[in-house]
């Protein structure tokens, strides 16, 4: 097993969780690596689920905070080991989320003495289907394990705040006509053709930009996919439109539905996928109190991340981390040094 | 090598030529089959070319006639060997097109003092891609062989004359955006939302019927196909519609591709595929002198079949086989034996 040196500096603490290999569903390693490291410190409770890890001080503070990161990454595209040059660390789950994890470490290591409780999770699966998902799996196994007055999820935004999430949901819309042969086409009846009204409401759709707690949400509405097509001589019976739909967080879940299904009214909608947004909280006093330690202003975060899984316990939640989420996921991932650097050194001052 | 018996009666013959198993590809055994019968025959001069048997009378008498089948099947689906029940014999290839070929075989053998000059042509390769097709290739090869004053094609076409038949072409209509994360959408153009207005124009398009030769042909322009999507929470920079148009056969391949690149004007079209129609030819003497023999009336094809090879050689041709089109490439593929014995009762008549 790998071993982490918590007392190297956080760059270097990185590169060494970059360089332990933890695609999706292979994260026994690291967080093997993590464990044991978190219980060489004294100050810190460790429970383990699976290869989710939980370090908690408990110093009755009256004020808890949790700061989540998930160990997994997305699979390897010819991009390891890490690699330092000119300030940046290159190499799969530096940006997403691993530089992250690494201020976490720093945090549990040298943080002693925290101004207010602290929990630590570093949780697996982040990266695949919800089921798998590290930190879902403890909303619903040890929900106290998370009760908290303010979660900072470690999620890639620039070293900076960006605040809540919005939702999303994908529908497929089918259009569903009579097959025929091409060659005697006006005995059938053309589902794709069927489909044209469908791309022209998509097409005439106008974003709602709601403005929540002084930040502009920007909804969108897209087209994902299409399908449809039995063989080139066949006029098709089916014809499938797959439909993402990313919703402001004041919108529910029952809401967002009603909203689609009455966008496409006259046509059949199935429902694939359905998450809800989570709401900045910025109004909450611990969100409010980390907002101004940060300084600088608050982005709304458009992209669903699990800032939603506290919000869906009732506690604020905000997305914090160094990165910039355009990199994620793509062959040149990389991260700053700088961006590292900053988020330790603002939550070791806010925490002391 | 299975051995083809041409005294039995025209359905028991085609009860054997079913019987040979004969997939596009696979039609070197009854290819020997018939060429093997063929040359028992003293009366004609056979010529093969690959898996195409070729069998000729030179008589002298100033008019030729070439009657044509194909020998191959499309693949197997659970529907061999044939099976004779209630006049209906069932199995692969007894519509499409084993009956025609039998009749052939029996008009080889027994009509021995023609009235007309004759060619008979079993071609392989009909079912698959132009290339390979054994009448096509013999076009090319030996543009001899076919010299005719007329041509029957025996494709199903229930025992009836279907003449001319109408073109084929396919395009792809394709539309171009820009990628972006669906969470971010206002900052991509959504292809697919981009092909509405195409499918709009298909849903709006009104079929031309034109009068030729007394016969109302109907063009047909659909959608058989759609394609677009990068990833769920992906703005897809590509979308593709697949066209197929079915032009009647007084428009030349130019022409049909001038409509099309006008109908689909602004937008990218790229032609796939293309074939003209054939024209009835009803006109000529050879083929009124048949329409006359065969009694009834005279439909137009609206699906594309060889005749146009003979087309395009200057030679008036009509479909007339046993079977239904409507069952060709299916399961349940069948021809009612009164078609086949019927198609054999009127060429021997007006060929003796």
Excluded at 76 to 103: F, Q, S, W, Y
Excluded at 193 to 203: E, Q
Excluded at 339 to 348: A, D, F, P, S
């Amino acid at each position: 097993m790998p071993r982490l040196d918590l007392s190297a500096d956080v760059v270097a603490l990185t590169r060494q969780l970059v360089d332990i290999e933890s695609v999706s569903h292979h994260e026994e390693e690291i967080a093997d690596a993590v464990e044991s490291a978190l219980r060489t410190l004294p100050h810190l409770a460790v429970t383990r689920r699976g290869h989710t890890i939980v370090a908690s001080t408990d110093l009755g503070l009256g004020e808890r905070v949790v700061i989540a990161g998930h160990l997994d990454t997305v699979p390897l595209n010819d991009n390891l080991p890490a690699r330092l040059e000119d300030g940046i660390l290159h190499g799969l789950g530096t940006c997403d989320m691993k530089g992250g994890d690494a201020v976490m470490l720093k945090l549990a290591a040298d943080v002693t003495a925290p101004n207010r409780d602290l929990a630590f999770i570093f949780y697996e699966a982040e990266e695949v289907d919800s089921v798998f998902n590290g930190l879902r799996k403890l909303t619903e196994s040890d929900p106290d394990l998370l009760q908290a007055d303010f979660a900072i999820l470690m999620e890639p935004s620039n070293a900076a705040i960006e605040a809540g999430c919005q939702g999303t949901m994908r529908v497929d819309v089918r259009t569903t006509g009579e097959r025929a042969h091409s060659a005697r086409s006006w005995k059938g009846v053309n589902a794709i053709h069927l489909a044209g009204p469908v791309l022209a409401r998509l097409n005439d759709y106008v974003a709602r930009q709601p403005e929540i707690d002084g930040l502009t949400y920007h909804e969108g509405l897209n087209a994902t996919g299409i399908r449809g097509g039995v063989a080139g001589n066949v006029v098709p019976d089916e014809c499938v439109v797959e439909v993402n739909f990313r919703f402001a967080p004041d919108r529910s879940e029952a809401d967002a539905e009603a909203f689609v299904r009455d966008f496409f009214e006259g046509y059949d909608v199935t429902v694939t996928d359905l998450a809800a947004g989570a709401l900045p909280g910025l109004d909450r006093p611990a969100a409010k109190a980390f907002v101004d330690a940060v300084g600088g202003g608050v982005a709304p975060k458009f992209g669903w991340t699990d800032v939603a899984q506290f919000t869906k316990l009732g506690i604020p939640a905000v997305n914090f981390g160094p990165g910039d989420p355009m990199f994620a996921h793509k062959q040149d991932e990389h991260v700053p040094t700088e961006h590292v650097e900053r988020c330790e050194r603002i939550l070791k001052e806010w925490l002391s």
